[in-house]
């Protein structure tokens, strides 16, 4: 009965640059996926149910649960094998393209490179009320175990808080002559957080044109690859840290030391 | 179920300090109005509609007439007196109103007779939509009587929040046929800081649903179907909070709602609006509410998104104290107060379920006759739906535990998105099990006296009442504690925050024909 | 700041017959997803996930939690929204071709019509040990409050059992003249059942040829679409009801009812 | 943690009748052989490697040298006298085996001093192997002294299944570090059934991966090494059933495995394998088990997934009593009988969490001082992983209030697949959750005597005794109790199912140095 079977690996012994989702064997392909279809329960909707899996590339696909809710809808679990591949080489990595600087660093770049403290402003715009993620990057306490940007020396902080219009924010960039503009945004419906970001890009091109601040958004539901797109220098995801946020602002406004 | 022995002597002790810490915010609210309380008066007298020309026809009339006396006489003697004095020379509110569009119409402020009959046609026209009000608190127990309450406690309470009241509406009835009692339409992420109140059947909110007299009647008929073929009455929730908090009630009263969030200190410290606004609009929500028959819901689970739930727990049991007096104080009765508390200790805190139960047996310990608001955990919720749903159970078993009342039902989506019409039902699932498996397990549950869940409910008692002391102590009491930032580590200055210029200090003859019509009941 | 939006309903006020996934609001073709990836946690095997989602036809697909499991892999959960329409006309469903029989009905339908009781066997394929699913098919307790086929006056049911070669089981049906087999397959690691299926198949044809049985197999994890792929008469899936089998039988065994 | 209070003369009662309706398997025991337990015999002395020649050069020598022996003298003497017979002329058993293969090995029984002499040297080979089990329990102890025990009861045991050890071994080096005490690698579904114990490393299971000494060298050295780096002695487990039950129990001692699935009845039940041959299997492997240290895990679980969990309940605790009574009678001690049962009740039924607490807490109680073993949900679980994920965690809760001693890990895809790595460590997340926040909640639970819980417990009990009265009642007592039905509504008679020609009555001078060997400890 036993016998040996050739391994499942992809992409042979080398770098395995090319992978597929894992169930309990290499190259098995296997995903789960749950969704709710506006069909009523039966034999359509889990015919429905099916064709989807398919077109999403699991073949085969098990409809595993199916439950009516309310009227006219079901839902669905379905486990199978996804036929796609993921090539790691063609993976976009939002790399860091700069150094993690300590507090330490921060300020001694600051003081020493741009000759005057940098002044930060940041707030939640639009209706949105999160505060705790700006808090988290702006105020002493910080975020896991990391003091946040008041913290720093050279670092000039003002949180203005939530539900910030972009007017009344540019007017506060103006008046503070402020270098950069750390903007948060956490309600995601209906793309509320990317139609705010326009927004505020839009605003300070037109009120400030080239001589804008840096224009920095974050939030938990944020892709990081999107800042040209939304008009912005940087966007950071969820669970960033005060001290990348910090090495970033080094990075884009301080200039570079000059070769010895 | 099982009660903490609590320290009566010190129970006592917290319920002194509490009135003391919050008399001077019953003095603010005796002394003040509001543009909302005003415009609050207008909507009872059966003002509605907007006007067609300024701003794309969304500014209502309320607000246009109470604007044009504020720009005319001042708001210092109320709307009610210059209003029907106006209309003493015949004619209707809604006539009044497409004056003041018009700007043709004229107020001033009556005197001796003039004043007399204004009154009491202002008390007229004010009654008419307190007898509604009336009428439909009789509908509601009607309703009951002929549907039923739910079999059982907590009541199970959702949210709807698709921005879209005709999404919202078969979300909300699949919702009941699946089990919930309570229904809640959250708010688009904008209504608070609107200074009017939006009209009509709505389908463009970010993260809720406007509340709208228009969007209250629908749902409210929706579920009265819904409770119909149930054979269930199912209560309809909304919010009064933000700066139209006193309109809002009355359209709730007016509407059949069953259920008001309503804080005394929410929208000042989430919202930033003005302390002195909030605390006179909560006054007159709340004396609405009483008379309606409503059953607010306080928001002390909020603090815990902000500030620590173990380090912070003692300020959710002094504000619950603080809400509770000026509740009171506002006529509502203990079954109308759903005070809030909340499941959201760090999951990886050992024992965290434990004093999950210690905190919410202390709740309700101090607060026996009132429907204790349980919400689920939130801020440790993670895109891990998974452990979410687990969560959920371990949150849903802790209310059945503790005889909490009213059981908002843990979304496994909540670090991800507001909840879809499948989250809803597993949530749903997810409570009819706990319930049903393990609903009576209260009755297997002793904590020890002495033991873990008992020595930490009183450590929390004690750092409550401590901190009462040290608000009570000051001449400016709860107000003063709110700028020190008490309460979700929020400091919020007394004139800070939004819609200070709403709040006018009484004159001596100012006159509101609510605020007079729903005190007697209670005096 | 109230107005009215379009409704997202797809197909128009018609029958509805395109539909994507609905999380919250009609057409928004949400859908929930998870799967490991042989990559170790950070911001390439998030981006191999977003890669992968996207394959799928998710987008924009948000990767809400990740997590590394062991040395070498990352799991993760995505939500996002499907690009994929779901044709409900195309939908293939195995619709029951066949009235659904009362107990009496069958009975009456075998004495009248095929006069003769019918023989049914049932077993357990291979090292499947799994009874449970024949077993409340055949056995008199039944499933789902139907009582099994043991219960049917005029159906002859021997239950083998688990475990049972195919060998043993050609033999079987032989000797019983057999008008049915019945077999259950619940194991479907590696595809086991698919398997152990087509042997069956095969071996029914080899030695018995156009007079094999009718041959009938099911199990939670069959899709009742595969019979002629695997070369039996009829699959059953999940939740399988012992009157759905012996109408079947019927169906299938007994001679139409002449036309009066 | 709270026990419940149960009446002991009842206890005492259902212990005596265990032992009278046991009695007439004991005697099976004492009075047959089979050509497992002969080849056991084989192993001990070291005999390994496979015929190459016969059919795919699966056969392992040892079948082919029992096989011979019957074929020659047959079995009822036993294999020693008649193999070191015939090594007495010289050569190795490696050596006797080659000449099997060959044809060419003659065997007789050999009398008077030949016989002496053949037993000294069997006496001698077989010792080895039981000194190598002796080295591996000492090597246990002091692994486990430099590692340390897992750091709480229960212990977390989590299976892995992938049918490929090389796959096999990462995931549990993965479960280890992510919290499992215990690894069980799953069999293969058709191994039960072979007559003959696979060799060597393989990877081609079905839904399990086979049993043999390799795959358990490889997974034991894999597991040494997380032990070390967790500092945390992680314990390896497979099963002693199937046809091969003795074999696999001294291939477990040989390469020092820690615990086995090792039931009276599973067999039978189950995998339809005949009562008698599994009786007199049984009681060798328990013998091996109880020299070798290693802690067995029976399994009444499985009658739970054919038989209904509250009608049947009291089956479970006939059978853990029967069992215990077994171990006991093979020289196991309390602390090696992890006893099974298994939270299986409906989850749909009325009170079904207080129902699963009150069947633990009865096995609790009743065996004190064994680790039971408590498994997850399986039967009632659904494709709905959800809802499955709740389960498993209400599972590990009743597991921590109840005092179980080994936890099986539920996974959420229990209805689906056969558990993927994320599922393990998803279910260990869920684990390490309940037992790091709810603990320590048996500090607070108390069921009242009289109580729904405590009613319950009782009932099971005396329907138990109820049932071991009519077993012991009957001449030939469990015999005919697995003949009527009794466990998991399956009947077995004693002269079916599978294996049964590989049973021998022993003959007056049969010998079998292992068993001598093994009872002089406990004689
Ligand atoms: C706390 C909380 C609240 C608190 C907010 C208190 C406060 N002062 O902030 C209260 C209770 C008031 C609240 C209210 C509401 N909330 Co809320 N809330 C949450 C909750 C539970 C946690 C959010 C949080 O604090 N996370 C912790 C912080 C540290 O994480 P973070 O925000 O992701 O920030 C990190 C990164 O993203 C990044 N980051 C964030 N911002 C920035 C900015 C910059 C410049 C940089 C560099 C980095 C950065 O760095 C931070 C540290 O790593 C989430 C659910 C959840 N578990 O996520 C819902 C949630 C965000 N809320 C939600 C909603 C809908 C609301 C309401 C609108 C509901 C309603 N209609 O009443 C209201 C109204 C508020 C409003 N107008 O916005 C939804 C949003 C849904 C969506 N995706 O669109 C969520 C997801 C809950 C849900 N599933 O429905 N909420
Ligand atoms: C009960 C059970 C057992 C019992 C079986 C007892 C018995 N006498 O049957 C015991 C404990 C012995 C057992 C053992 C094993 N089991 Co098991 N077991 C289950 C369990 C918990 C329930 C299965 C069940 O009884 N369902 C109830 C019946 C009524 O449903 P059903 O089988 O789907 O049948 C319905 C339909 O499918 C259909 N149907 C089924 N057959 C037929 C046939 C015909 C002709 C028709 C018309 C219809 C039909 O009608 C039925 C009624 O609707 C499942 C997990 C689960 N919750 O599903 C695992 C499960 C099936 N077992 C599994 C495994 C791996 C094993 C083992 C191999 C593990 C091991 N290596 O030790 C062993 C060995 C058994 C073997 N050799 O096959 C896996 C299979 C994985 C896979 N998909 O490949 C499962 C899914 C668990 C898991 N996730 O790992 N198991
Ligand atoms: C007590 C209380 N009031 C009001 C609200 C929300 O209302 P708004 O729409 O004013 O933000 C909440 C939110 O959860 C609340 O807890
Ligand atoms: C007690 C016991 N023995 C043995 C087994 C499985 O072993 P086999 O591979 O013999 O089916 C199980 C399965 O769960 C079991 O519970």
């Not at chain 2, 004056?99 to 003039?114: H, I, M, N, S």
Request: net charge negative; proline share 5%.
């Amino acid at each position: 009965m036993p016998e040996t079977r050739q391994n499942g690996h992809l992409g042979g012994t080398g770098a395995g640059s090319v992978v597929r989702p894992y169930g309990d064997t290499t190259g098995d392909g296997m995903v789960q996926t749950s969704f709710t279809l506006p069909v009523p329960p039966g034999p359509r909707a889990e015919g429905a149910a099916l064709q989807l899996a398919q077109k999403m590339g699991i073949e085969p696909a098990m409809v595993v649960h199916s439950a009516g809710i309310g009227e006219g809808f079901t839902f669905f679990v379905v486990y199978g094998s996804v036929r796609h591949l993921v090539d790691l080489d063609a993976v976009q990595v939002e790399e860091r393209a700069y150094p993690l600087l300590s507090p330490g660093e921060v300020n001694a770049a600051v003081k020493t490179r741009l000759r005057r403290s940098l002044v930060v402003l940041g707030a939640c715009i639009g209706t949105d009320a999160h505060t705790v993620g700006i808090d988290a990057i702006l105020n002493l306490k910080g975020f896991a175990g990391e003091k946040g940007l008041e913290y720093y020396r050279e670092l000039q902080v003002a949180n203005l808080g939530a539900q910030v219009s972009v007017p009344e924010l540019v007017h506060a960039a103006r008046a503070r002559k402020a270098d950069a503009v750390l903007v948060s945004q956490v309600v995601t419906q209906k793309d509320a957080h990317l139609r705010n970001t326009r927004e505020l890009a839009a605003a300070f091109r037109e009120a400030m044109g080239e001589s804008r601040p840096l224009l920095v958004v974050g939030g938990p539901r944020f892709d990081p690859a999107m800042a040209a797109d939304l008009g912005v220098d940087k966007v950071f995801g969820r669970g960033t840290t005060p001290g990348e946020v910090a090495s970033y602002l080094v990075h884009a406004l301080v200039p570079a030391e000059e070769p010895a | 179920m099982s009660r903490l022995q609590l320290d009566q002597a010190l129970v006592a002790r917290a319920r002194e300090l509490a009135a003391r810490a919050a008399a001077p915010v019953v003095d603010l609210a005796a002394t003040h109005t509001t543009i909302s309380v005003e415009r609050a008066q207008l909507r009872l007298a059966g003002l509605t509609g907007t006007d067609p020309v300024l701003g794309d026809g969304e500014v209502p009339w309320v607000n246009r007439v109470v604007d044009a006396v504020r720009d005319q006489v001042g708001l210092q003697h109320g709307v009610a007196l210059p209003v029907w004095h106006a209309l003493s020379s015949g004619g209707t509110l809604a006539d009044l109103a497409e004056q003041v569009g018009a700007g043709t119409a004229r107020f001033t402020v009556p005197e001796g007779a003039a004043a007399d009959q204004a009154r009491e046609a202002a008390r007229t026209a004010v009654g008419a939509g307190i007898a509604r009000i009336d009428a439909n608190r009789a509908r509601r127990d009607e309703l009951v009587a002929t549907h039923g309450d739910p079999p059982r406690r907590p009541w199970i309470y959702l949210i709807v929040a698709t921005g879209d009241i005709h999404e919202d509406i078969p979300q909300a009835q699949a919702a009941a046929r699946a089990g919930a009692d309570v229904i809640a339409v959250i708010r688009s992420t904008g209504q608070s800081l609107l200074d009017y109140v939006p009209e009509g059947a709505t389908r463009t909110g970010y993260a809720g649903t406007y509340a709208t007299q228009e969007n209250f009647r629908l749902m409210r008929a929706a579920l009265d179907d819904v409770s119909a073929e149930l054979g269930r009455y199912v209560r309809l929730t909304n919010y009064a909070s933000g700066l139209c908090m006193p309109e809002i009630a009355v359209l709730a009263g007016l509407e059949r709602l069953d259920m008001m969030l309503n804080d005394a200190m929410y929208g000042i410290l989430f919202r930033d609006i003005n302390p002195i606004r909030t605390f006179v609009d909560q006054r007159f929500s709340r004396m609405v509410h009483a008379r309606a028959g409503i059953i607010i819901n306080t928001g002390e689970d909020n603090y815990l998104t902000t500030a620590d739930a173990v380090d912070e727990a003692h300020t959710v049991t002094v504000s619950q104290l603080l809400n509770e007096r000026l509740a009171h104080e506002a006529g509502l009765a203990d079954w109308q107060l759903g005070l809030g508390h909340a499941f959201e200790i760090d999951p990886g805190v050992p024992e965290s379920f434990r004093l999950e139960l210690a905190h919410a047996l202390l709740a309700r310990g101090l607060f026996p006759d009132a429907p204790l608001k349980w919400m689920p955990p939130t801020k440790h919720m993670t895109g891990d739906v998974f452990r979410g749903y687990l969560l959920d159970g371990f949150f849903n078993l802790a209310g059945a535990l503790t005889g909490q009342g009213i059981l908002l039902v843990g979304m496994m989506t909540e670090a991800v998105v507001t909840p879809w019409l499948s989250d809803r039902d597993l949530a749903l699932r997810n409570v009819r099990y706990v319930l049903e498996a393990a609903g009576n397990l209260h009755e297997d549950f002793a904590p020890q006296p002495g033991g873990f869940i008992d020595r930490r409910a009183h450590t929390v008692l004690t750092e409550a009442v401590d901190l009462l002391e040290r608000i009570a102590d000051h001449p400016q009491g709860l107000i003063q504690a709110v700028a020190d930032g008490t309460f979700g580590i929020t400091k919020r200055a007394p004139d800070g925050g939004k819609g200070l210029d709403g709040v006018v200090r009484k004159a001596a003859d100012h006159f509101d024909p609510a605020t007079e019509l729903l005190e007697r009941i209670h005096a």
